[in-house]
């Protein structure tokens, strides 16, 4: 009986060794349990920034897009707004041009002018002066003319 004891005994020792074993393992396992939920949470939370993070890169994306496509057409608009300051440019020497040839031209038509008026002055006092010439050999041909008379009447 005594070795029916030391086994029963021994068992016992045994049995309190399992039952510290397996509340070892219980407690064990509810702290891996815990880390577990926690990990999962943390996971979940990660997902969570994960997808917030992936939201935000697409609207960074689609905003950097919309930023290209207007600094495209900016681009654009600015080398029509420089084609057309160009041709304004080309347009405003050319007129400039024509607008220097035009006061040329009337330059030389005043030019024109004025010596034909000087001319005209010129000849309208030569004129008067012959006019006055032929008046005064006149008066001394109808001079001339009398003295002949009295002469042809003496002789």
């Given at each position: 009986?005594?070795?029916?004891?030391?086994?029963?005994?021994?068992?016992?020792?045994?049995?309190?060794?399992?039952?510290?074993?397996?509340?070892?393992?219980?407690?064990?396992?509810?702290?891996?349990?815990?880390?577990?939920?926690?990990?999962?949470?943390?996971?979940?939370?990660?997902?969570?920034?994960?997808?917030?993070?992936?939201?935000?890169?697409?609207?960074?994306?689609?905003?950097?897009?919309?930023?290209?496509?207007?600094?495209?057409?900016?681009?654009?608009e600015i080398r029509t707004s420089r084609?057309?300051?160009?041709?304004?440019?080309?347009?405003?020497?050319?007129?400039?041009?024509?607008?220097?040839?035009?006061?040329?031209?009337?330059?030389?038509?005043?030019?024109?002018?004025?010596?034909?008026?000087?001319?005209?002055?010129?000849?309208?006092?030569?004129?008067?002066?012959?006019?006055?010439?032929?008046?005064?050999?006149?008066?001394?041909?109808?001079?001339?003319?009398?003295?002949?008379?009295?002469?042809q009447e003496r002789a």
């Open positions: 009986m005594a070795e029916l004891e030391s086994r029963a005994d021994a068992a016992t020792g045994r049995v309190t060794e399992l039952e510290e074993a397996l509340t070892s393992c219980l407690a064990e396992t509810a702290n891996l349990k815990a880390i577990h939920d926690r990990t999962v949470s943390q996971l979940a939370d990660r997902g969570t920034k994960l997808a917030e993070a992936e939201a935000a890169l697409k609207q960074s994306q689609s905003a950097l897009r919309q930023s290209e496509a207007d600094r495209e057409r900016q681009s654009a084609a057309r300051q160009s041709a304004l440019e080309n347009e405003r020497s050319e007129l400039q041009e024509q607008l220097g040839e035009r006061e040329l031209q009337l330059c030389s038509e005043r030019t024109a002018h004025r010596q034909a008026e000087q001319q005209r002055s010129a000849l309208q006092s030569a004129v008067q002066r012959s006019q006055t010439a032929a008046d005064g050999l006149r008066g001394r041909l109808q001079e001339c003319q009398a003295e002949l008379a009295r002469l």
